[in-house]
C-alpha cells in the first residue's frame, strides 16, 4: 500500500527557509514521480517541483525556480522540498504527492497522480 506522510511546515519570515519532508512507503523512488504542490486559500492546487523519473527530469514552477529545491533519499524513504527565501505569496498547504509512470510533461498536473499525503500549512509573513 502506498503511503506519504508529510511534515516540517510551520511560520517563517519572509527572506527565511523551511524543508518539508514526505515520509513514504509501499513504493521506491527507483520507480515512481514524486512531487510537490500547494493550495493557497480560494485558489486551486498547483504543482510546485516535480520530479519524473520515467524522463528524468524536473519541473519547478517559474515562482519558485532559484529557490526551491526537490530532492529524496532512498535509505530514509524520504522525499524533501527545501524552500529558500520565502516569500508571503508561498503562503499554502503543501501536499506531497508520487504515481508510477508520470512523464515530464505532465508532472506538474494533480490528475496525473493517484497517491497524496496529507497538508502541511507554511505561512510566511511580511
Known amino acids: 500500500e502506498v503511503q506519504l506522510q508529510a511534515s516540517g511546515g510551520g511560520l517563517v519570515q519572509a527572506g527565511g527557509s523551511l524543508r518539508l519532508s514526505c515520509q513514504v512507503s509501499g513504493f521506491t523512488f527507483d520507480e515512481y514521480a514524486i512531487g510537490w504542490f500547494r493550495q493557497a486559500p480560494g485558489k486551486e492546487r498547483e504543482g510546485v517541483s516535480c520530479f519524473s523519473r520515467r524522463d528524468d527530469g524536473t519541473y519547478y514552477d517559474d515562482s519558485v525556480k532559484g529557490r526551491f529545491t526537490i530532492s529524496s533519499d532512498n535509505a530514509k524513504n524520504t522525499m524533501y522540498l527545501q524552500m529558500n527565501s520565502l516569500k508571503p505569496e508561498d503562503t499554502a498547504v503543501y501536499y506531497c504527492?508520487?504515481?508510477?509512470?508520470?512523464?515530464?510533461?505532465?508532472?506538474?498536473?494533480?490528475?496525473?497522480?493517484?497517491?497524496w499525503g496529507q497538508g502541511t500549512l507554511v505561512a510566511v509573513s511580511s
Open positions: 504527492a508520487a504515481d508510477v509512470g508520470v512523464i515530464l510533461s505532465s508532472v506538474s498536473l494533480t490528475q496525473a497522480y493517484d497517491f
